[in-house]
Every structure is written in structure tokens, then in C-alpha cells.
């Protein structure tokens, strides 16, 4: 059984890295369709990120997660809304690199819950088709409103996210996790709309949709923490990868942003991300998580503030 399982993993391994190489490829040939002069060498020597920013992005993917891996939630906000405001990056690239960079954070976030048996694969296999359709109608509506618009739901987004981890104070969420749950006892209806919305603000903004898929399971379906996050993390796997592709090629052909910097970014923030979810997991067991709670609420609430204040300065 054993045996097995470690087949499987090491397919899934394989599998993950497959599946960035073909986005990456058909970025590469995409782009050089749109710009005769870029080659693989440019790709490599040439780009517009200063040494001091690939030091701040290898901070900020720690900080985020570590943030995703001690609470469960809130990374992608964090790394979008600083590459955005703090890093100065135009918020259309913020969202490809958030996307492109949870890919692998989430597939190693797979594996261990997979290990771990925290999957309840009868409610997952409910939600990625309606995730998928869900990552469609936010595509198709990104592509048509305005980047400002993107903006202003990222902020309302921000404070969203503070009153859901402050509530979690006081709701105090099962950690009792369970290994399974009878289709019976599942309203289908529910798990649905839990998927498209989770699709839909993923490709949006460019986020995991954590918050809202992991709290909707613990408040609508009665999940336990552990397994809404487990289930989460294994959806955002279809939901990062097949927004990111939808997103990459339609933003190189529109010149949106240059492939080079796309994947410079995100190779820098990967390793920042994996190191900082260990991390976070760690810091789980000694900090108390309410007191980081409200320190991470109190973060949000100021970006959300912030961000739709500065919009209606505009």
C-alpha cells in the first residue's frame, strides 16, 4: 500500500512540473509570435526586475507563506496586494504571478493533506467542475471590466477577509477532523455555488479563494477546519492552473505584461512560498493562533481601507 501511495506521489510530482512546463512553452512560443525580437536568451540575461526587488519578492513569498500555512488563508492577499501597492507591479501581473506561484504551493499543500487523509474526495469531486465554470465567468468578466474595478474588489475582498478571521475567533471552528461524509448528507446545490464562487474570485483577483471556499464549507456544509482547507487547497490546484493559463496567454497577447519578468517573478516567489508554509506550520504549534488572528485581521482591514480609499481619491 505503501509502495503505491509513493508511485502515486512521485506521478503527481512529475505530473505538477509537466504542467508548468506546458504553460511556460506556450507562453514562451506565444510571446515570440507577438515579438519577433525576444528569444530564449533574452528570457534568461534580460529583464526589468533590480536585484533589491528579487530580494524583497523571496521576503514577500516567506511572509506569505507562512501567513498561508499558519492560518490557512489570507498568503494570495497578502502577495497580491504588495506586489501591487508595495512593489509597484501593474495589478494585471500582480494576478498571473499570484496564480502562477499557487500552483506549486498548493500541489505541495495536496500532498501532505493527502497523507494525511484530511481530503474528502466525495465533496472535492462536487466542487472542481463548478470551481472550473466558476475560474470561466471570472476570466471572461476580468477581460471586459475596467483594472481599477480589479482593484476595488480586491480591497472589499481585504476586508472581507478580516471580519471572517476575526469571526473565527469567536465561532472557535471544529479541529476534529473526519475522514469521510456521506454523499447523503451533502447539499449539492451548495457545494456548487461554493465552487463557482471560489473559480470566479480566483481569476478575478488572483487569489486562492481560500477564505471564502474554506469558510462556506465550515458555515454551510459543517465541515471541519481542516478538512475545508484540505479540500480548498486540492481544488485551487485546477482552479491556479487553469486560471493562470487563461490569463497568461491572454495577457501576453495583449502585451499586458513580458514573459520574461513573469517567470523571473515567480521563480523567485516559489521558494519563498514553500519555505514560509513549512514555517507557518511550525509556528502553529507554538504561537497562539488567536493573537495571530487579530494581528492578520487588523492587516486586512487597513489594506481593504486603504486600497478603496485610494480609489475614491482617484
Known sequence: MEGRDHIIETWIKLG??????????????????????????????????????VLLLLLLGFVSGTVGGLIGMGGGLLKITNLHFIMGFEILFARIISLLSYIVISISAFLAYRKYKLILWNVVKMLIPS?????????????????????????IYALFTGVIVINQIWVRPSEEEIAEIPSEELNETAVSAIGVGMGAISSLIGISGG?????????????????????????????????????????????????????????????????????????????????VRVIFAITTFIIGFSILILNILR
Open 16 to 53: 505538477s512540473v509537466l504542467l508548468l512546463i506546458i504553460i511556460v512553452l506556450f507562453g514562451i512560443f506565444t510571446d515570440g509570435l507577438n515579438n519577433a525580437e525576444s528569444n530564449l536568451l533574452n528570457v534568461i540575461i534580460i529583464s526589468d526586475i533590480a536585484v533589491h526587488e
Open 131 to 155: 470551481a472550473v465554470l466558476g475560474v470561466i465567468i471570472g476570466v471572461i468578466i476580468g477581460n471586459y471590466i475596467n483594472k481599477n474595478y480589479i482593484e476595488i474588489i480586491l480591497g
Open 211 to 291: 477564505i471564502l471556499s474554506t469558510t462556506m464549507q465550515q458555515s454551510i456544509l459543517k465541515l471541519p477546519l481542516k478538512n475545508s482547507i484540505a479540500n480548498t487547497v486540492t481544488v485551487a490546484i485546477f482552479c491556479s492552473f487553469i486560471a493562470s493559463g487563461f490569463i497568461l496567454v491572454n495577457g501576453l497577447q495583449k502585451g499586458d505584461y513580458s514573459l520574461f519578468n513573469v517567470l523571473l517573478v515567480t521563480i523567485c516567489l516559489i521558494p519563498g512560498n514553500y519555505a514560509g508554509g513549512q514555517f507557518g506550520s511550525y509556528l502553529t504549534h507554538i504561537l497562539p493562533l488567536n493573537m
